[in-house]
């Protein structure tokens, strides 16, 4: 069984001497394996493939797919979005009175999944034609036929919170006072000068307003800090505790680890198909995930496991010191975010953690000379270079590359002419392996930068960030819009760069997780939010998080495999962490 995907935006069939064609096995034996319509775009027979991969490995553009699927995998595809386009195999079903989370990459058909249950997109079993009633003739005898013939009968009620937030929609909208105070929202105020957070909230909190039998909620964290995340899953928790079922799709692995009572994992190929395996506990669908083997359908979904080591205690002798910041203040009206004296080490990456609207973007954008400290705290500048260990030379300035937090996609370019211009190691073999592969560029390298996706254009910015000749790398919230896998390896590929290079990087982010995996100390941000911030620290990992942890009132345990998960609240090792002030993780 295999499937063959054609990404119709790529393929650019006049810039091409149609290679796909002529170099395809069955054709040059006279079959009619790949043909050109109308429109000029090459159709391929899934039938009459060979799965050889020579038109993969042909096209100039990188637009054809060929997957080869295992002989367990023979089920009707569930949907499928038309010839040569994208295929969903396997649907889960919510559980009544429970939250089931889907956890997979981008583009594997996990808002599809919510559509078709929303009665939004009818599933058409991989044909051309269907029918409601064909439908339920496919389903007969199973869970899923029982929930299409109510859902078909009007017997469903269902809210939906969709991925993209819309302003205008979200004008107006009903909320529940109780749901407005618990997520601090307010519904009269005009949404069209509402932060990204301020629309979240207030999207979660109309869907959970209106009555109804089954809630959809696609992506709760954009946009919100680690404190809102955690009121949000709470949130989530007490209404199913209220008896409505809930379908969650999200990628922040502590939240759904805290929230979710079972998980549907979905792997596949990104843009071509996606497969749903069978629910599971928190505990397994994520540690089978990171680990990137799934035993129950022998499918290895990732060549590498993503790991998470315990913090080592910190060296007699610290690394170097390679710039001091602060004091300074920056006021503005209603609101002051305020610096102490700190150090960046060379070859380190400084994590930055703390609430929305406390100071940290502001905090970045002064180390990276984008904005001025209030004067009368400037003195000789917010960051000072040290004296070079390694040359026994002074420096009066330091090289900075700054990824800002919001990101433009206003560029006239492809990807490939943007990053020439950025860096003359562009084309290199080393460049190519340290950065463009990493981050999953090779196949965009030929789209316009403003024809990018939210996740697309991050990976951008992080590339265009590291591709600067620089001393000290700001990025400010790189995981957003990125799925797990991607996130994964943009750490990765941030943390490798900073140590193979001997660099020093600030990361500002609200993934927990990422921090963890990422950093080497912690830069702690207390106050109150939207009047008044203030920078503390740097601390060692397990000092900095305890004291974050804390704020957050939440305990961390490490599991078998290594990796961190939050506590359910007042559990026994949620009791014994706190009695022995250990929020981060228990002592060994």
Known sequence: MRIAILDRDRCQQTKCAHECHD???????????????????????????????????????????????????????????GVNLFALYGLPLPAAGRVTALLGPNGTGKSTTLRILS????????????????????????????????LQEGGFQVSVKPQTL????????????GMA???????????????????????????????????????????????????????????????????????????????????????????AYGVATQ????????????????????????????????RAPPGTRPAPTLATFGPFTKTYPG???????????????????????????????????????????????PLSAEQKSESGTGSTGLRIAYKPQYIKADIEMTLSEFLAGMTPAFGSSAYETDIIRPLHLDRLLLQPV?????????????????????????????????????????????????????????????DIYLIDLLSDRLLVFTGEPGRHGKAEGPFEMREGMNRFLQDLNITFRRDETGRP???KPDSRKDREQRSSGEHYYLAA
């Open 119 to 150: 009665g939004e997109l009818l599933p058409n079993l991989g044909q051309t034609e269907i029918t409601r009633a064909d439908v339920l003739r496919h389903y007969a005898g199973t869970g899923a036929h029982a929930y299409f013939k109510r």
């Open 23 to 81: 170099f395809c096995p069955p054709v040059r034996m006279g079959e009619e394996c790949i043909v050109f319509p109308e429109d000029g775009k090459p159709v391929i027979s899934e039938v009459l493939c060979i799965g050889c991969n020579i038109c993969v490995q042909k096209c100039p553009f990188d637009a054809i797919t060929i997957v080869n699927f295992a002989e367990e995998l023979k089920e009707t595809a569930t949907h499928r979005y």
């Open 181 to 271: 105070r618990r997520l601090e929202v307010d519904p009269a105020r005009s949404t069209e000068n509402l932060s990204g957070g301020e629309l979240q909230r207030l999207a979660i909190a109309a869907c959970l307003s209106r009555p109804a039998d089954l809630y959809f909620l696609d992506e709760v964290t954009p946009f919100l800090d680690i404190f809102q995340r955690i009121r949000v899953a709470r949130l989530l928790q007490e209404f199913a505790g209220q008896g409505h079922t809930l379908l969650l799709v999200d990628h922040d692995l502590a939240i759904l680890d805290l929230v979710a009572d079972t998980i549907h994992v979905v792997y596949g190929t990104p843009g």
């Open 565 to 567: 998960r939050i506590n």
């Open 166 to 177: 819309d302003s205008e929609a979200l004008q107006g909208a009903e909320v529940d006072p």
């Open 335 to 381: 609101f002051t975010v305020e610096a102490g004296r700190g150090e960046i080490r060379e070859a380190e990456v400084l994590g930055v953690v703390g609430p929305n609207a406390i100071g940290k973007s502001t905090f970045a954008r002064i180390l990276a000379n984008t904005l001025e400290p209030d004067a009368a705290s400037a003195g000789s500048g």
């Open 279 to 310: 629910p599971r506990s928190p505990r397994v669908a994520i540690n089978e995930y990171l680990q990137g083997y799934l035993p129950e359908e022998n499918v290895r979904i990732r060549p590498e496991a993503i790991t998470f080591e315990p």
């Open 450 to 510: 403003r024809s990018l996706s939210g996740g697309e254009l991050q990976r951008l910015a992080i590339a265009a960030c590291l591709s600067r000749e620089a001393d000290l790398y700001i990025l400010d919230e790189p995981s957003a819009h990125l799925d797990v896998e991607q996130r994964a390896q943009a750490i990765k590929t941030i943390r490798q760069f900073a140590k193979n290079r001997n660099k020093s990087a600030l990361v500002v982010d609200h």
